[in-house]
């Protein structure tokens, strides 16, 4: 797809935090100048304060009862909090708005920018852009010939180990990561479907990763974003409510054959998913590790004369 038939959007899933979409403003900070929307569900009680801020044409409101029967939420406790609605909810919007390309943020993002110089060397103080523009036109380029279902930028977890970290490693040897978290740049014709009411962005990236499906996150490219519990509203009462034992689970339940319980962190230690990436995406071997095969029967071959 030439970029002169692109059409591009950002959409800001949020509910409860009208005066709190961070994200909003940091895109307009890091120089991004094009179409955002804010997507809220029809339960949300600030609808008219995030209309008031934002203006009612950037505002878009979805039936939360027909997401919700239309998703897979993992669980039978009947609570209606979660993410995983407006994110499937979102393609959806972006094909009735025309769009060829779009990206998908939650509302809690204070920068962005990069994690390593262009010597690949990890950089210990904050590095931001100016030219969101034409990081997010970049990307779109990429996703195009990769042929990837979704891009993301890394965060700040993918940075535990600093320089000696296992990001810093891929980025040194031109590597990427087959996850996708907090920042989906998608392609309007090859949709996915999230699933589970915690954590769906694991859910989604291991369950449709074992199918073939290519998911790619960009080490190099960085967002930074709130605590998770520090800001109220969003998915901070579902976190408090269950904690990240339970969040955790839903992963392992989607994929119990890749994915299981461990801890992670280093003085304050918590539960936290694993994934043997082994058993969890088809792997493609090197064309030197190939065996000859065996000429079928039905081959035929002709002798030299």
């Not at 797809?1 to 591009?8: I, L, S, W």
């Not at 969101?132 to 891009?151: K, N, Q, R, T």
């Not at 090859?190 to 290519?214: A, H, Q």
């Not at 058993?279 to 071997?285: D, K, N, S, T």
Request: charged share 25%; net charge neutral.
């Amino acid at each position: 797809m030439t970029p002169e038939n692109r059409r591009f959007a950002v959409f800001i899933l949020t509910h409860g935090r009208a005066k709190c979409v961070y994200t909003y403003d940091a895109l307009r900070k890091h120089g991004y100048t094009g179409e955002i929307y804010l997507v809220c569900d029809d339960e949300d009680k600030q609808i008219n304060q995030y209309i008031a801020l934002y203006g009612l044409d950037s505002v878009i409101v979805f039936n939360k009862q027909e997401a919700i029967d239309d998703t897979d939420s993992g669980d039978n406790l009947g609570k209606r909090n979660s993410v995983v609605y407006a994110r499937n909810q979102n393609f959806k919007i972006a094909t009735g708005l025309g769009l060829t390309h779009f990206w998908q943020l939650d509302d809690d993002y204070n920068y962005f920018g990069y994690a390593t110089d262009n010597a690949d060397e990890y950089i210990t103080k904050d590095v931001y852009t100016k030219k969101l523009d034409d990081l997010l036109f970049a990307l779109c380029d990429f996703i195009d010939e990769s042929g990837a279902h979704s891009v993301a930028m890394s965060q700040g977890g993918d940075f535990i180990g600093g320089g000696d970290g296992t990001f810093v490693k891929h980025i040194k040897r031109g590597k990427f990561s087959r996850k996708v978290m907090n920042s989906f740049l998608f392609r309007v014709d090859s949709p996915v479907k999230f699933m589970g009411r915690i954590n769906e962005d694991v859910n989604m990236y291991v369950d449709w990763g074992r199918r073939g499906y290519l998911f790619i996150t960009v080490p190099r490219l960085r967002l930074w974003q709130k605590e998770t519990q520090a800001n109220a509203g969003g998915l901070t009462d579902i976190y408090l409510d269950l904690g990240t034992y339970v969040k955790s689970f839903y992963s392992v339940l989607y994929a119990p054959s890749c994915v299981s319980i461990t801890d992670m962190g280093r003085n304050d230690r918590r539960i936290h998913h694993s994934i043997s990436w082994a058993h969890a995406v088809p792997m493609i071997l090197d064309e030197q590790q190939r065996k000859p095969r065996p000429l079928s029967r039905h081959t035929s071959t002709v002798q030299e004369r």
